[in-house]
């Protein structure tokens, strides 16, 4: 499955989620109306463009939603779930890029929430930029991993923990809806 959270416990909605297991998702924070992914894009999540398909930068972006909807431990009868999202790509990504996505709650009334999620793409070992918020300090050494595209397992081991998130390529918001299991 996807990797584990930093507390070493998986997540319930990781637990049968083959499609986060497939793009090498790593959960590196996750809490109250918040989460924080990062996985390493890989040639087979290219368009025909050799950047990075749409639809694979959203189910990333997607994954983030869901672990920022949804507790580590869980109501048994309910789940919260997309009601309907905007999506807006702002610059590509490529092979070998470190994508970082940062959802957080901005509101929540009843069954319903109000979800930022943004997307960032760096190079492994790159220096901040100016357009990068966060002051974590980034490696100053490294090379383009020789294990990109070589899958998930791999990819995941490439990934820095600390790493700066790098520059923002897309964001959406998205509106959740708690559900019935049933």
Known sequence: MAELTISGDTHPILKDDYASEWMGIKVLSVGDGHATVRMTLRQEMLNGFGMAHGGMVFAFGDTAFALACNPA????????????????????????????????????????????????????????????????????????????????????????????????????RGRSRTISKK
Do not use: C, M, W
């Open 73 to 172: 431990e869980p109501e048994a009868d309910t789940i919260t779930v997309a009601a309907g999202v905007d999506i807006n790509f702002l610059k590509p990504a490529f092979r070998g890029q470190i994508l970082t996505a940062v959802a957080t709650r901005r509101a929540s009334t009843g069954r319903s929430g109000l979800y930022d999620i943004q997307i960032y793409a760096a190079d492994p070992g790159a220096a901040p930029t100016r357009s990068t918020p966060s002051t974590t300090a980034a490696p100053t050494t490294g090379a383009a991993s020789p294990t990109a595209g070589a899958g998930p397992a791999a990819a995941a081991a490439d990934i820095p923990p600390a790493a700066y998130p790098g520059e923002l390529i897309a964001e959406f």
